[in-house]
Structure formats: C-alpha cells, structure tokens
C-alpha cells in the first residue's frame, strides 16, 4: 500500500514566508509478496505438466505366410558391402557374401579418397541400380544397399567417414553389421598378395 510521510519537509526562508511542509511517497511492498506467491500457486495449479514425448513407429508389415529370412532377404543385385580394415584400408565387392567359395578377384581395395575412392564406387553402383530399374530388372521398390562391415583393427574415424559417405551419396538403405570369419580371411590374404601395402592417403 502507499502512505504519505509527513514527517519532514523544507521551507524557503525570508520574511512573510510560511513554512511548508514537504509530502513525500513511500510504497510498501509487503503485499506484493503474498500476491506473487498467489501467482505461483495459480499457474502451478492451472499448467499443464510437460508430458514425455513419444514418436509413432510404423513397423513395416509382416506377411504371416513369409518365413522369417525371407523378410530380411537382400538381393545380390543392389548390395554392395564394404569392410573397414587397418590403416584406413576400405575392402568391397559386390553382392552380400552368402557364396562360400567366391572368385578369386571378389575383393577389391580402395580408400577414403574423394576421387577413385569408396564414393565412387558407391555412385557406380547406384548408377547400376538405377538402370536395372530403368530395364525393369528391378521393382521400383528396390533400393542400393550397402552393408558396412568394421575390421577388429578398424578406427572409429574410418566408420564415421563411412557414414558420412552415406548421407553425402544419399543411400537411403544401410547397415552396420559384424564382419564374417570368412571376409576376415579375405582381407588377410589380399593384403598378403599385396604385400601388406596401405592404399595411398
């Protein structure tokens, strides 16, 4: 509430001059506290709490009369998987890898490179996809997809690289998944006939 203090004052000084005295304002604030705890109490009360925040995942369908590795089932056609190996080394070839006894010239050598590098193996074989569907070998709903498969010896930097490869080649259709004994020994024996040699940087 506000009171007038009358307490003090001045005055001008001469003859026939009355003394004045001077009002001044004091505001006391005291009320105000009890106001702003009402406000607190009021909008707690009336707020609604935040509520956790969920996403819908559609899952895609599940066909009943489907065996189950039929579901996951990739064509050979459109894969192209890649292992992360020592030294930055990038290993490829085309396919999925389920054939046992593959050629000898299945695994290929390449690099992080801009130029000659995994990026362009990955947009020739988009390209490659891309035709098949023109050709109508392929559905339309057949993606390019790359499977990416990190070495016990490959660095993190290597796997960040490659998805990063993933985002800049706009390849919709990946995955990370654990290298095979087999790739293994394919790495090992490449790397053997090239006399152990890392790829230029």
């Known amino acids: 509430?506000?009171?007038?203090?009358t307490s003090g004052g001045g005055h001008k000084k001469g003859p026939g001059v009355k003394?004045?005295?001077?009002?001044?304002?004091?505001?006391?604030?005291?009320?105000?506290?009890?106001?702003g705890f009402l406000l607190i109490t009021f909008f707690m009360y009336t707020t609604t709490l935040a509520k956790p925040k969920t996403m819908e995942i559609n899952m895609p369908y599940k066909d009943p009369?489907?065996?189950?590795?039929?579901?996951?089932?990739?064509?050979?056609?459109?894969?192209?998987?890649v292992l992360l190996s020592?030294?930055?080394?990038?290993?490829?070839?085309?396919?999925?890898?389920?054939?046992?006894?593959p050629p000898p010239d299945f695994l290929h050598q390449t690099n992080f490179n801009a130029k000659d590098g995994i990026r362009s193996e990955i947009i020739k074989k988009k390209?490659?996809?891309?035709?098949?569907k023109r050709a109508g070998t392929l559905t339309a709903k057949d993606?390019?997809?790359?499977?990416?498969k990190p070495d016990t010896t490959s660095t993190y930097a290597d796997l960040v690289n490659m998805l990063d490869e993933m985002s800049i080649n706009d390849v919709k259709v990946y995955?990370?998944?654990?290298?095979?004994d087999i790739e293994q020994d394919f790495i090992k024996k490449t790397e053997e006939a090239a006399g152990g040699a890392a790829?230029?940087?």
Request: charged letters at 35%; a negative charge.
């Open 86 to 101: 020592k030294n930055h080394r990038v290993y490829y070839y085309e396919g999925i890898g389920d054939d046992p006894n």
């Open 175 to 180: 995955a990370i998944i654990d290298i095979s």
């Open 143 to 148: 993606e390019t997809t790359v499977l990416i």
């Open 127 to 132: 390209k490659f996809v891309d035709d098949m």
């Open 19 to 35: 003394k004045a005295k001077k009002l001044s304002t004091r505001i006391d604030l005291t009320p105000m506290v009890d106001l």
């Open 1 to 5: 509430m506000a009171e007038l203090d």
């Open 65 to 81: 009369n489907m065996k189950i590795e039929d579901q996951n089932k990739i064509k050979k056609s459109v894969a192209l998987t």
């Open 199 to 201: 790829p230029k940087p």
